[in-house]
């Protein structure tokens, strides 16, 4: 099945720091999406991008389909930002559950 | 509010015995899916469902049972077959292909 690798693992910032969370995947995908989740567990949608660029306030995201990795973009970072960032994939052509990587876990420091 | 909720919030099994976990969504989703989550690990599919009456194991089916009887319910039974079932599990869904929504999630523990 498809491979999923996101990096750093780790990673830790001063507040007001930006960062950069890659996400490379093995094969071609229908469906991109990258989470947030919180520490009580909660899975957060931030983007749907199977290519292309989005943005929503601080956070941003890339998707490059046809080299095959993805990059999330936080600027400007706060406390609440803190927890693990997940990228997962799907490559079927219907609705037929997402390959998710190990995850990036943030700490953002006061 | 439109959203998804999983029932209980903490679950507690005893040796040989099976428990089901809840999830129910009021979206109006067609799709369905099951997720579990080890310490410090992504998520794996375990079932996924695209319409009622219908479902299709994921990638760790085994000791785990569903049904989708109704559009808004897709419970997840954890058989006394699952050898190692202390895990977060996390139900979504999605409108086909779409943007998958999560409940809060359910924590399993072996008693």
């Known amino acids: 099945g498809i491979q999923v690798e996101q990096s750093p693992p780790d990673l830790i910032l001063q507040e007001g720091a930006n960062s950069t969370l890659r996400c490379n995947f093995s094969d071609s995908v229908n469906n991109l999406q990258w989470f947030h989740q919180n520490p009580w567990g909660q899975l957060i949608n931030l983007f749907y991008i199977p290519s292309g660029t989005k943005q929503n306030g601080r956070l941003s995201a890339t998707t490059v389909a046809t080299e095959r990795y993805s990059l999330l973009y936080i600027s400007s970072s706060q406390t609440t930002d803190s927890g693990v960032y997940f990228c997962?994939?799907?490559?079927?052509?219907?609705?037929?559950?997402?390959?998710f990587g190990k995850g990036t876990h943030l700490i953002i420091q006061p | 509010d439109g959203g998804i909720t999983q029932s209980p919030k903490y679950l507690f099994r005893k040796e040989g015995q099976n428990v089901t976990l809840s999830c129910e969504q009021n979206?109006?989703?067609?799709?369905m899916y099951w997720y579990r989550q080890d310490p410090g690990q992504g998520l794996r599919l375990i079932y996924y469902?695209?319409?009622?009456?219908?479902?299709q194991k994921g990638d760790i089916a085994e000791g785990y049972s569903v049904s989708r009887e109704k559009k808004e319910s897709f419970p997840l039974t954890v058989t006394s077959a699952q050898k190692n079932p202390t895990a977060f599990y996390l139900c979504?869904?999605?409108?086909?292909?779409?943007?998958?929504?999560f409940g809060p999630g359910t924590r399993l523990l072996v008693l």
């Open positions: 979206l109006n989703h067609d799709a």
């Open positions: 997962a994939v799907d490559q079927g052509g219907g609705a037929d559950g997402l390959t």
């Open positions: 979504a869904s999605s409108i086909g292909k779409g943007t998958q929504y």
């Open positions: 469902s695209q319409i009622v009456n219908d479902f």
